[in-house]
């Protein structure tokens, strides 16, 4: 009995150590998967890294040519449009930067912005890396500015990657400044004094003073709305007193004319009547 007792124990240990030795197997397979996709993940995270090195790697600019004679064409097209208010700031083998000015070409553009003062420079990595477009109005708060230029870079990589874009980046500007000025997710930003939050480091008072800036210009906006809505409606009364007034003349024309016509029947018929009695 007692050497049937030990041999079921070996048995039972047998079994025991075997199964053992498969759950270490297992385990050892789960941690080999788990490492296996550790460097999956590895290998995925240096491509993404290594892509966006690529993508935003500096592209040396070894033709021994400025920038603007590289991109001469497109550059002098803008030249053409703005050489009135032009002036080149930089011009060397890694960089072209020029200003412009330029009024906003809406004739109801509701804000007092006489002209739109612009920085652009152009890389030698352009148009891979678009051109970084700058806002220079004093006038306009800062943060507003760099909410208005994070548009326009957004603007460049999704419609004009890898192709001329400055000036498709200027008239996005022009046809959209006022909707860009008045963007609720800037002004409730401001009016919740929130601001903050997307542009660091700002000091109370300055955010008190582009607060009052941006709600002066939405009165602006909302009374020139007024004004438009009254001239129209004045205008439409106007024309409808117009309309009755010749509809009047009209009218007394045609009865006047009428009355003539009477009047010569009349006579017509007195006059057949002298004749009739002269025959008599």
């Not at 007692?2 to 079921?8: A, G, I, K, T, V």
């Not at 006489?114 to 943060?143: F, G, M, R, V």
């Not at 008239?171 to 800037?186: G, H, Q, S, T, W």
Request: aromatic residues 6%.
């Amino acid at each position: 009995n007692n050497n049937n007792n030990n041999n079921n124990n070996d048995k039972v240990s047998t079994r025991n150590i075997n199964e053992n030795f498969d759950n270490i197997g297992n385990l050892d397979k789960n941690l080999k998967n788990h490492q296996n996709i550790n460097n999956n993940k590895t290998i995925e995270n240096n491509n993404t890294i290594e892509n966006n090195t690529i993508e935003n790697k500096t592209i040396e600019n070894k033709t021994g040519k400025t920038i603007r004679e590289i991109n001469d064409e497109e550059i002098t097209i803008a030249y053409k449009k703005f050489s009135s208010n032009w002036k080149e700031l930089k011009n060397d083998t890694e960089q072209y930067q020029f200003a412009i000015s330029f009024k906003p070409s809406d004739p109801d553009f509701p804000f007092d912005l006489k002209l739109l003062h612009l920085q652009i420079t152009i890389s030698a990595s352009y148009p891979e890396i678009p051109c970084e477009i700058k806002i220079l109005n004093q006038s306009l708060p800062q943060s507003m500015k760099q909410y208005i230029e994070q548009n326009i870079l957004t603007r460049a990589k999704i419609a004009y990657k890898g192709k001329q874009m400055v000036m498709g980046l200027i008239r996005f500007l022009d046809n959209n400044l006022e909707r860009l000025l008045v963007d609720p997710k800037i002004t409730q930003a401001f009016k919740a004094k929130q601001f903050i939050q997307i542009v660091p480091n700002r000091k109370p008072q300055e955010l008190k003073l582009e607060i009052n800036s941006i709600n002066t210009n939405i009165t602006q906006i909302n009374q020139k709305k007024e004004t438009v809505s009254q001239n129209n409606s004045n205008n439409i009364t106007i024309d409808r007193n117009i309309v009755k007034e010749g509809n009047n003349q009209k009218d007394n024309e045609n009865e006047s004319n009428q009355e003539q016509e009477r009047d010569n029947n009349n006579d017509d018929e007195d006059d057949e009547d002298d004749e009739a009695s002269g025959n008599d």
